[in-house]
């Protein structure tokens, strides 16, 4: 399998590790200690904290800042110029680096273009967070949430393509993939 790729405008410090099959664009930063695994695209200008750890086959856009706590787990789309927060209250002159908070992406989830997420919060397996949104609060798995703060707005099939309930259930027009819908919550059926 080959190996990553470093574009020569970033940095990548050393003691960071890095998964076969990456890629690291143009004027990004990985601080030592980051784990990046295999076959993921950082773009333009991402700059990646040393206590990160991004799964396999993710996709991190332009303009994006992994802080200390955040977690993504496999197959995770960071739209452009997202946010990402650590500290829930933060002062300039009041030092706060051991208040970090945890903020975990599960699998397969998609953040949207400019979308923020404030620390401390869970962001559900295939769950969608629509462009601008903020997330104050944990989401639900294949939630679709959007606005300010973010509030769900409906639920996304696997592919990635809305779905219709009817009652409690739902096919996906696209897969045909079926799911059900219990106590605000959207699962897969076998």
Known sequence: MEEHFVHESSYVDSGCEIGPGT??????HVLSGA???SDCVLGQNVCV?????IGNRCKIQNNVSLYDGVVLEDEVFCGPS?????????????????EYR???LQRGC????NATI????????????????????DVPARALVVGVPARVAGWICDC????????????CAECDKTYELVDDRCRLLD
């Open 102 to 104: 945890r903020t975990v």
């Open 23 to 28: 890629k690291i664009w143009h004027f990004c």
């Open 118 to 137: 404030v620390c401390g919060n869970t962001i559900g397996e295939r769950a969608m967070v629509g462009a601008g949104a903020v997330v104050t609060r």
């Open 110 to 113: 998609t953040i949207g273009a």
């Open 160 to 171: 990635g393509v809305g779905l219709e309930f009817d009652g409690a259930r739902a096919v």
């Open 35 to 37: 784990k990046i695994g």
């Open 82 to 98: 997202m946010v990402f927060t650590n500290v829930i209250n933060p002062r300039a002159d009041v030092e706060r680096k051991h």
């Open 49 to 53: 904290a040393p206590t990160v750890v």
